[in-house]
């Protein structure tokens, strides 16, 4: 009898034991909040840190983000728009003023290929949205005449920007949420978190450390003819990256078997037809998420072959996947540039699978 009372005895202190050593040693179950913010269903995980203020903390400045980077009333970009041509400056809010900046040195750098005037083109089509169509070529000429990002005017010192020209307005879609998850990575950090993920519906993400299991984050790459977002043509093991992808799958109609999608081509005002269906993009660093945001819109436009070149060339430091399609089958093909050797391995494993019917 004893026996058994003082083996059951041992049984429970047993299990207690374990339940206390796995809840300190080992990580707890990560703590996730999902919304709708900017557009997309964002989810915030941590495994580690002040998990509820990281999270909590961290949904406020998208909503904030959401705001300032809307074309809403009252909005920077509704101010902008309607001072358009007029000669008056603008202030706006430290942050659009950063975005603009940034957008602007891209505008420089690619040519054109990015360009965040392309505004009255993105307007006109209105892909993704109800009234999306094929507009006439008058109506695409006019708003084509009004894109231009030379034509964008900044002025550092009293964080005021202008368009020069009436029928301008601007769009913030390639880098808005690149820009949040730089901003999410800080406010992490502020809060210890070593360990979570941030996901801006999946195209934009940025992997803290490890997972629970103590590996990488595995990062889905979107099939992009599948219906299912969920079916992936790779996994990605990402750590202390940002990973983003854009591709001709995300807002998209069709009109007589023709996808019209939602990234443009700002030299001809239609969406940009190089042969690609999606890119991605992986980069480390404090500006991760707006550097990759920014180069899969890029890249995008540029196609494989010069958006390789440019990649190789800019010394950049980021890992590219192209996804091209040949009948039935995708191909993958890696380009890196700079110095990352551990973004490489990510994204040239993943070539590996190449080919997928
Ligand atoms: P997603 O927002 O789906 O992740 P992207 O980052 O590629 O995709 O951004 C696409 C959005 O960026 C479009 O909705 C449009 O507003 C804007 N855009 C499209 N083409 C360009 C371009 N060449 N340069 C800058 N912005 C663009
Ligand atoms: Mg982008």
Partial sequence: RRCIIMKRLLGILIFITITILSIACGHPDPLTKTAVVMDTVVTLEAVDGERE????????YL????????????????????????????????????????SQEWAAKTDGAFDVTVGPVVWLWGIGTEYAK???????????????????????????????????RLHLGAIAKGYAIDGLRAIFAKHHVKNGLVSLGGSS?????ESPKGKPWRIGIRHPRSEDAKEYLAVAPLSDAALS??????????????????IFNPAIGRPAT????????????????????????????????????????????ASALFITQDGSTFHF?????GNAPAMRDVLTDVSQTVEWK
């Fill in 134 to 168: 094929v507009p006439g070529e008058a109506e695409l000429a006019e708003a084509r005449s009004h894109v231009g990002w030379q034509k964008l005017e900044l002025d550092k010192e009293t964080t005021s920007a202008r368009l020069t020209e009436p029928g301008m």
């Fill in 333 to 337: 093909t890696a380009a890196q540039s």
């Fill in 205 to 209: 993400i940025y992997a803290f450390g």
């Fill in 53 to 60: 203020q990281a999270i909590d903390e961290g949904m406020a």
């Fill in 63 to 102: 909503q904030r983000i959401d705001a300032l980077a809307s074309q809403n009333e009252g909005s920077d970009l509704e101010a902008l728009r309607l001072a358009a041509g007029n000669g008056a400056w603008v202030e706006i809010s430290p942050e659009v003023f950063e975005m603009l900046e940034i």
């Fill in 274 to 317: 190089s042969g690609v269906l999606g890119v991605t993009v992986v980069a480390q660093g404090d500006h991760a998420g707006t550097l990759t945001d920014i180069l899969t819109t890029t890249l995008f436009v540029m196609g494989e072959e010069k958006g390789k070149a440019f990649l190789e060339n800019s010394g950049i430091d």
């Fill in 245 to 262: 992808s854009s591709g001709d799958y995300e807002r998209y109609f069709e009109q007589d078997g023709v996808r019209y999608h939602h």
